[in-house]
């Protein structure tokens, strides 16, 4: 059995009940997280506000009375109360249940110290990661998710994605999913002096490396290294067309070789 307890986040993050609306948003932004805790005077928690609860509002309204009345707004007038919890000795798959049939997105930990944690989707899906034996190949050590833009985004806009994501690069795609290029943060240094935010990502952009799935990691090891790039597009040999697969990084490797049981540490 896995318990709650090994798989949550700690410690909770909260935040005044009278806190303003864009205090809460901040809070979430600078924490990369999607709810904090309203506690009371005692220090326990009745309630919770999440970024759901405050895209609810009526954010795109235009007169100022609507703004005014959103202003006005606290924490405490928009939390959820009381949060929902589970306890931390708890079966992980009591909690994966609860989240299904209760349709959320977490559930705040308690132990005899009170709400000591949280447990979220992206926490339960970690269990579902098998540990692969004889991690050879691009395939089994490549990120896959990856940021994609068109070619007709913006510096400003790609430096946006690469922030919000928290991704070094964009893979630059035609309107097929096709790579076009690859924009880093280093492609985008030179314009910070020069103040040009509106220059589209194709005049930046440098031909993208790719590899195929099924090399070694001695291949694109040697890869990054003749090119001098920390990255390499993971393509399809059979569809180099449509959009790739991932990315293989330098970290990616690195952490195949720090791996226990790694040939690099045998």
Known sequence: MTRVAEL??????TCAGDATLGE?????????????????????????????????????????????????LTA???????????????DAADAAARLRAERLARLFVTARAGVVGVVATSDLVRLLVRPITARATV??????????????TTAAQAARAMTDRRSRELVVCSAEGRALGV????DLLPLIAADKTDV????????????????????AADQMLEHAVHRLLVVDPAAPDQIPLGTITTTDVL???AAPGSVWRS
């Not at 949550?8 to 993050?13: L, N, T």
């Not at 326990?44 to 006005?72: H, K, Y």
């Not at 009381?82 to 931390?88: E, G, H, K, L």
């Open 183 to 186: 924009v880093t943060g280093s």
């Open 139 to 152: 395939a089994d050590v490549m990120t896959r998710g990856i940021v994609i833009c068109r070619g007709d």
């Open 200 to 219: 589209p990502v194709t005049e930046l952009m440098h031909e993208p490396l790719s590899i195929a799935r099924g090399e070694t990691l001695r291949e």
């Open 76 to 90: 405490r007038d928009l939390m959820t109360s009381p949060p929902v919890t589970i306890d931390a000795e708890a």
């Open 255 to 257: 952490v195949e070789m």
């Open 24 to 72: 809460v948003a901040a809070l979430l932004l600078e924490h990369r997280i999607h709810g904090v805790v309203v506690p009371d005077e005692t220090g326990e928690a009745v309630g919770v506000v999440s970024d759901s609860d405050l895209l609810a509002g009526e954010w795109l309204a235009a007169d100022d009375d609507s703004l005014m009345t959103m202003r006005a």
């Open 8 to 13: 949550m986040s700690s410690p909770v993050i």
